[in-house]
Protein backbone atom coordinates (compact mmCIF):
# COMPACT_ATOMS: atom_id res chain seq x y z
CA UNK A 1 0.00 0.00 0.00
CA UNK A 2 1.31 3.28 -1.23
CA UNK A 3 2.52 5.94 1.25
CA UNK A 4 2.94 3.33 4.46
CA UNK A 5 6.40 1.93 6.11
CA UNK A 6 6.00 -0.91 7.76
CA UNK A 7 3.35 -3.98 7.40
CA UNK A 8 -0.07 -2.58 5.65
CA UNK A 9 -2.79 -3.36 8.38
CA UNK A 10 -4.84 -6.66 7.67
CA UNK A 11 -8.01 -6.85 7.87
CA UNK A 12 -7.77 -3.18 6.44
CA UNK A 13 -10.37 -0.82 8.65
CA UNK A 14 -11.63 2.63 7.56
CA UNK A 15 -9.01 5.06 8.15
CA UNK A 16 -9.23 8.73 9.47
CA UNK A 17 -6.05 10.85 8.98
CA UNK A 18 -4.29 13.99 10.43
CA UNK A 19 -1.25 16.16 9.38
CA UNK A 20 0.84 17.99 12.30
CA UNK A 21 4.18 20.80 11.71
CA UNK A 22 5.89 20.45 14.59
CA UNK A 23 7.00 23.32 16.51
CA UNK A 24 10.46 23.49 18.38
CA UNK A 25 10.51 20.96 20.89
CA UNK A 26 6.55 19.95 20.59
CA UNK A 27 5.50 16.75 22.08
CA UNK A 28 1.81 16.45 22.30
CA UNK A 29 -0.38 17.05 19.51
CA UNK A 30 -4.00 16.61 20.07
CA UNK A 31 -5.74 14.52 17.72
CA UNK A 32 -9.38 14.18 16.40
CA UNK A 33 -9.73 11.21 18.89
CA UNK A 34 -8.99 7.42 18.88
CA UNK A 35 -9.80 4.19 21.20
CA UNK A 36 -7.57 4.69 24.33
CA UNK A 37 -4.69 2.69 24.66
CA UNK A 38 -3.61 3.19 20.83
CA UNK A 39 -4.31 -0.10 19.14
CA UNK A 40 -6.36 1.04 16.68
CA UNK A 41 -3.93 3.68 15.68
CA UNK A 42 -0.53 4.71 13.59
CA UNK A 43 2.01 7.00 13.91
CA UNK A 44 4.44 8.59 11.57
CA UNK A 45 7.05 10.71 12.18
CA UNK A 46 8.39 12.28 9.11
CA UNK A 47 7.27 8.87 7.02
CA UNK A 48 8.70 6.84 9.76
CA UNK A 49 6.48 4.49 11.71
CA UNK A 50 6.81 5.41 15.67
CA UNK A 51 6.47 2.52 18.19
CA UNK A 52 3.91 2.95 20.88
CA UNK A 53 5.34 3.20 24.35
CA UNK A 54 9.02 3.39 22.88
CA UNK A 55 8.38 6.59 20.56
CA UNK A 56 5.13 7.53 21.94
CA UNK A 57 2.09 6.89 24.22
CA UNK A 58 -1.63 7.27 23.71
CA UNK A 59 -3.69 7.03 27.21
CA UNK A 60 -6.06 9.65 26.94
CA UNK A 61 -8.43 9.11 24.06
CA UNK A 62 -6.92 12.74 22.72
CA UNK A 63 -3.27 13.23 22.82
CA UNK A 64 -0.60 11.92 21.15
CA UNK A 65 2.86 12.11 23.24
CA UNK A 66 6.25 12.32 21.81
CA UNK A 67 8.86 10.27 24.04
CA UNK A 68 11.43 13.12 22.73
CA UNK A 69 10.60 16.74 21.00
CA UNK A 70 9.89 17.08 17.60
CA UNK A 71 12.38 19.34 15.46
CA UNK A 72 11.38 22.79 14.12
CA UNK A 73 9.05 21.70 10.54
CA UNK A 74 8.95 17.92 11.48
CA UNK A 75 5.59 16.01 9.80
CA UNK A 76 3.97 14.00 12.25
CA UNK A 77 1.27 12.10 10.75
CA UNK A 78 -1.48 10.22 12.47
CA UNK A 79 -4.10 7.63 11.90
CA UNK A 80 -6.96 5.92 13.54
CA UNK A 81 -8.93 3.63 12.30
CA UNK A 82 -12.68 2.76 12.85
CA UNK A 83 -14.40 -0.43 13.86
CA UNK A 84 -14.56 -3.19 11.17
CA UNK A 85 -16.48 -6.36 10.83
CA UNK A 86 -14.24 -9.58 11.12
CA UNK A 87 -15.62 -12.24 8.74
CA UNK A 88 -14.65 -15.67 8.32
CA UNK A 89 -11.94 -15.60 10.82
CA UNK A 90 -9.87 -18.50 12.09
CA UNK A 91 -7.85 -18.43 15.15
CA UNK A 92 -5.19 -20.41 16.64
CA UNK A 93 -4.97 -21.00 20.46
CA UNK A 94 -7.27 -19.77 23.03
CA UNK A 95 -8.86 -16.43 22.76
CA UNK A 96 -10.54 -14.35 26.31
CA UNK A 97 -12.73 -12.00 25.38
CA UNK A 98 -13.02 -9.96 29.03
CA UNK A 99 -14.95 -7.00 29.70
CA UNK A 100 -15.65 -5.13 33.20
CA UNK A 101 -19.67 -4.44 33.93
CA UNK A 102 -20.82 -4.97 30.53
CA UNK A 103 -22.02 -7.56 28.44
CA UNK A 104 -18.79 -9.12 27.11
CA UNK A 105 -19.68 -11.02 24.28
CA UNK A 106 -22.54 -10.45 21.40
CA UNK A 107 -23.40 -13.36 19.10
CA UNK A 108 -26.35 -12.27 16.58
CA UNK A 109 -27.96 -14.37 14.15
CA UNK A 110 -29.46 -12.18 11.49
CA UNK A 111 -33.63 -13.08 10.72
CA UNK A 112 -33.54 -16.93 10.90
CA UNK A 113 -33.72 -19.05 14.00
CA UNK A 114 -30.76 -21.67 14.08
CA UNK A 115 -27.35 -22.56 15.03
CA UNK A 116 -25.54 -19.30 16.08
CA UNK A 117 -22.65 -21.38 17.85
CA UNK A 118 -21.24 -24.49 16.75
CA UNK A 119 -19.44 -26.05 19.56
CA UNK A 120 -16.70 -28.84 18.49
CA UNK A 121 -14.30 -31.22 19.14
CA UNK A 122 -11.98 -32.36 17.28
CA UNK A 123 -13.40 -30.42 14.10
CA UNK A 124 -16.60 -32.61 14.81
CA UNK A 125 -20.13 -30.95 16.19
CA UNK A 126 -20.46 -31.82 19.87
CA UNK A 127 -23.87 -29.33 20.19
CA UNK A 128 -24.79 -25.69 20.02
CA UNK A 129 -26.06 -22.82 21.14
CA UNK A 130 -29.35 -21.28 19.13
CA UNK A 131 -32.60 -20.02 18.76
CA UNK A 132 -35.83 -21.91 18.45
CA UNK A 133 -39.02 -19.71 17.46
CA UNK A 134 -37.37 -16.89 18.47
CA UNK A 135 -35.80 -18.30 21.68
CA UNK A 136 -32.57 -20.08 23.64
CA UNK A 137 -31.62 -23.21 22.53
CA UNK A 138 -28.97 -25.48 23.56
CA UNK A 139 -27.98 -29.25 23.48
CA UNK A 140 -26.48 -31.82 21.10
CA UNK A 141 -28.87 -32.62 17.56
CA UNK A 142 -32.21 -34.02 18.96
CA UNK A 143 -31.79 -33.75 22.06
CA UNK A 144 -31.97 -30.12 23.51
CA UNK A 145 -33.89 -27.63 25.81
CA UNK A 146 -35.74 -24.81 25.20
CA UNK A 147 -35.72 -21.57 27.48
CA UNK A 148 -39.01 -19.54 26.96
CA UNK A 149 -39.78 -16.98 29.73
CA UNK A 150 -43.16 -15.41 28.59
CA UNK A 151 -46.48 -16.22 30.61
CA UNK A 152 -45.57 -19.54 31.10
CA UNK A 153 -42.02 -19.24 31.79
CA UNK A 154 -40.81 -22.65 31.14
CA UNK A 155 -37.93 -25.22 29.78
CA UNK A 156 -39.44 -28.01 27.29
CA UNK A 157 -37.56 -30.18 25.20
CA UNK A 158 -36.24 -29.68 22.13
CA UNK A 159 -35.05 -30.79 18.61
CA UNK A 160 -31.74 -28.74 17.48
CA UNK A 161 -31.60 -30.77 14.04
CA UNK A 162 -35.20 -29.92 13.35
CA UNK A 163 -35.98 -26.89 15.88
CA UNK A 164 -39.23 -28.31 16.44
CA UNK A 165 -40.82 -29.39 20.07
CA UNK A 166 -39.55 -33.05 20.91
CA UNK A 167 -42.30 -34.95 23.07
CA UNK A 168 -42.02 -37.97 25.50
CA UNK A 169 -38.87 -38.60 23.91
CA UNK A 170 -36.03 -37.32 26.07
CA UNK A 171 -35.35 -39.13 29.41
CA UNK A 172 -34.11 -36.90 32.11
CA UNK A 173 -30.87 -39.22 33.75
CA UNK A 174 -30.73 -42.95 33.24
CA UNK A 175 -29.49 -46.09 35.07
CA UNK A 176 -26.37 -45.62 36.53
CA UNK A 177 -26.53 -41.75 36.03
CA UNK A 178 -29.00 -40.39 38.17
CA UNK A 179 -30.04 -36.99 39.31
CA UNK A 180 -30.43 -37.01 43.32
CA UNK A 181 -33.17 -34.91 45.09
CA UNK A 182 -36.50 -33.22 43.18
CA UNK A 183 -37.01 -29.49 44.81
CA UNK A 184 -40.64 -29.24 44.03
CA UNK A 185 -43.46 -25.81 44.79
CA UNK A 186 -46.28 -27.24 42.69
CA UNK A 187 -46.77 -31.03 41.25
CA UNK A 188 -45.32 -33.63 39.05
CA UNK A 189 -48.19 -33.63 36.08
CA UNK A 190 -48.90 -37.28 34.40
CA UNK A 191 -50.54 -36.34 31.28
CA UNK A 192 -52.72 -38.83 29.90
CA UNK A 193 -51.26 -41.40 31.75
CA UNK A 194 -52.73 -45.10 30.67
CA UNK A 195 -55.41 -43.91 28.28
CA UNK A 196 -57.02 -41.46 30.43
CA UNK A 197 -57.62 -38.18 28.27
CA UNK A 198 -57.57 -36.11 31.38
CA UNK A 199 -54.33 -34.70 33.32
CA UNK A 200 -53.15 -36.43 36.75
CA UNK A 201 -51.22 -34.27 39.29
CA UNK A 202 -49.30 -35.23 42.19
CA UNK A 203 -49.15 -32.70 44.29
CA UNK A 204 -48.14 -34.29 47.92
CA UNK A 205 -46.29 -37.20 48.99
CA UNK A 206 -44.80 -37.29 52.73
CA UNK A 207 -44.09 -39.81 55.02
CA UNK A 208 -44.11 -39.50 59.00
CA UNK A 209 -45.22 -41.14 62.44
CA UNK A 210 -48.50 -41.04 63.93
CA UNK A 211 -49.39 -41.76 67.44
CA UNK A 212 -52.89 -42.79 68.68
CA UNK A 213 -55.59 -41.32 71.15
CA UNK A 214 -57.65 -44.56 72.48
CA UNK A 215 -60.49 -43.84 74.34
CA UNK A 216 -63.71 -46.29 75.22
CA UNK A 217 -67.11 -46.09 73.62
CA UNK A 218 -66.57 -42.48 72.33
CA UNK A 219 -64.15 -39.48 72.38
CA UNK A 220 -65.41 -38.33 75.69
CA UNK A 221 -64.72 -41.67 77.45
CA UNK A 222 -61.43 -42.74 79.38
CA UNK A 223 -58.55 -41.81 77.74
CA UNK A 224 -56.44 -45.10 77.82
CA UNK A 225 -52.64 -45.71 78.69
CA UNK A 226 -50.82 -47.17 75.60
CA UNK A 227 -47.20 -48.69 75.22
CA UNK A 228 -44.94 -49.72 72.70
CA UNK A 229 -46.51 -47.76 69.91
CA UNK A 230 -45.71 -47.66 66.24
CA UNK A 231 -47.62 -45.88 64.28
CA UNK A 232 -46.29 -44.91 60.70
CA UNK A 233 -47.91 -42.95 57.60
CA UNK A 234 -47.61 -42.74 54.56
CA UNK A 235 -49.59 -40.01 52.40
CA UNK A 236 -49.66 -40.06 48.31
CA UNK A 237 -51.75 -36.78 46.96
CA UNK A 238 -55.13 -37.43 49.38
CA UNK A 239 -54.84 -41.49 49.93
CA UNK A 240 -53.33 -42.10 53.16
CA UNK A 241 -52.21 -45.39 54.41
CA UNK A 242 -51.39 -45.53 57.99
CA UNK A 243 -49.89 -48.99 60.04
CA UNK A 244 -50.02 -49.21 64.23
CA UNK A 245 -48.37 -51.63 66.24
CA UNK A 246 -49.64 -50.59 70.09
CA UNK A 247 -50.09 -52.40 73.70
CA UNK A 248 -52.65 -51.35 76.19
CA UNK A 249 -50.99 -50.59 79.56
CA UNK A 250 -53.96 -49.38 81.97
CA UNK A 251 -54.94 -51.50 84.89
CA UNK A 252 -58.31 -49.56 84.71
CA UNK A 253 -61.19 -51.86 84.28
CA UNK A 254 -63.11 -50.75 81.07
CA UNK A 255 -66.43 -51.66 79.24
CA UNK A 256 -67.38 -50.40 76.02
CA UNK A 257 -66.32 -50.16 72.68
CA UNK A 258 -62.88 -49.48 72.00
CA UNK A 259 -62.16 -46.01 69.76
CA UNK A 260 -58.95 -45.27 67.49
CA UNK A 261 -58.75 -41.48 67.52
CA UNK A 262 -56.25 -38.95 66.39
CA UNK A 263 -55.50 -40.40 62.82
CA UNK A 264 -52.44 -37.82 60.71
CA UNK A 265 -55.18 -36.78 58.71
CA UNK A 266 -58.96 -36.16 58.50
CA UNK A 267 -61.26 -39.00 56.41
CA UNK A 268 -62.71 -37.68 53.38
CA UNK A 269 -66.92 -37.68 53.43
CA UNK A 270 -68.79 -40.30 52.98
CA UNK A 271 -68.72 -42.47 49.69
CA UNK A 272 -64.94 -41.87 49.42
CA UNK A 273 -63.57 -43.66 52.37
CA UNK A 274 -62.01 -47.03 53.01
CA UNK A 275 -60.19 -49.40 55.89
CA UNK A 276 -58.08 -51.92 56.42
CA UNK A 277 -57.52 -55.24 58.37
CA UNK A 278 -56.16 -55.65 62.16
CA UNK A 279 -55.25 -58.28 64.54
CA UNK A 280 -55.55 -58.40 68.03
CA UNK A 281 -52.98 -60.60 69.91
CA UNK A 282 -54.56 -62.17 72.85
CA UNK A 283 -53.16 -64.88 75.27
CA UNK A 284 -56.12 -67.21 73.33
CA UNK A 285 -58.70 -66.61 70.77
CA UNK A 286 -56.61 -63.85 68.73
CA UNK A 287 -59.07 -61.40 66.85
CA UNK A 288 -58.93 -60.39 63.41
CA UNK A 289 -61.38 -58.11 61.49
CA UNK A 290 -61.66 -55.25 59.87
CA UNK A 291 -60.85 -51.01 60.18
CA UNK A 292 -64.07 -49.11 60.02
CA UNK A 293 -62.97 -45.45 59.38
CA UNK A 294 -65.47 -43.13 60.09
CA UNK A 295 -66.31 -40.44 57.22
CA UNK A 296 -65.08 -36.62 58.04
CA UNK A 297 -63.41 -37.66 61.34
CA UNK A 298 -60.08 -38.58 62.57
CA UNK A 299 -61.08 -42.01 64.25
CA UNK A 300 -61.89 -45.60 63.81
CA UNK A 301 -63.34 -48.69 64.91
CA UNK A 302 -62.36 -52.34 65.10
CA UNK A 303 -65.19 -54.86 63.63
CA UNK A 304 -64.94 -58.72 64.09
CA UNK A 305 -67.43 -61.08 63.96
CA UNK A 306 -66.23 -62.40 67.24
CA UNK A 307 -67.30 -59.32 69.28
CA UNK A 308 -70.61 -58.28 70.43
CA UNK A 309 -72.14 -56.18 68.18
CA UNK A 310 -69.39 -56.60 65.34
CA UNK A 311 -67.34 -54.03 67.38
CA UNK A 312 -64.27 -54.97 69.05
CA UNK A 313 -64.64 -54.10 72.76
CA UNK A 314 -62.28 -52.86 75.46
CA UNK A 315 -62.75 -55.64 77.80
CA UNK A 316 -60.95 -57.84 75.28
CA UNK A 317 -57.74 -56.14 74.98
CA UNK A 318 -55.87 -57.14 77.86
CA UNK A 319 -52.94 -55.53 79.35
CA UNK A 320 -49.17 -55.90 77.35
CA UNK A 321 -50.86 -57.66 74.39
CA UNK A 322 -50.35 -55.75 70.59
CA UNK A 323 -52.78 -54.55 68.51
CA UNK A 324 -51.43 -54.55 64.80
CA UNK A 325 -53.40 -52.86 62.17
CA UNK A 326 -53.24 -51.29 58.55
CA UNK A 327 -55.76 -48.49 57.35
CA UNK A 328 -56.12 -46.85 54.61
CA UNK A 329 -58.59 -43.85 53.44
CA UNK A 330 -58.83 -41.03 51.32
CA UNK A 331 -58.22 -37.78 53.16
CA UNK A 332 -60.69 -34.78 53.10
Not at 152 to 159: H, K, L, N, V, Y
Amino acid sequence: MSGYIGSQPVPQATQTRQTFTATSGQTSFATIGYVAGGQFIQVYLNGVLLKLTDDYTAANGSDIVLTSGAATGDILEFITFADFTVNNQNFTGGLTVDNDGSTVLTVDRATSDGTIIDVQKSGSSVGSIGSGSGRLTIGDGATGLRFVDASTDRISPWDLSTNTDRDNAIDLGESGGRFKDLYLSGGVVFDAVAGNATSNTLDDYEEGTWTPVVYNTNTSGHVLTLNNVIGKYKKIGNWVNCTLQVGRNDATSLSGIIVFANLPFTVAAQGSVTGGTFWLDKTSSDRIGVVYVVPSADRFYLLSDHAADNYLLMSEWQNSRPIYLQVSYNSA
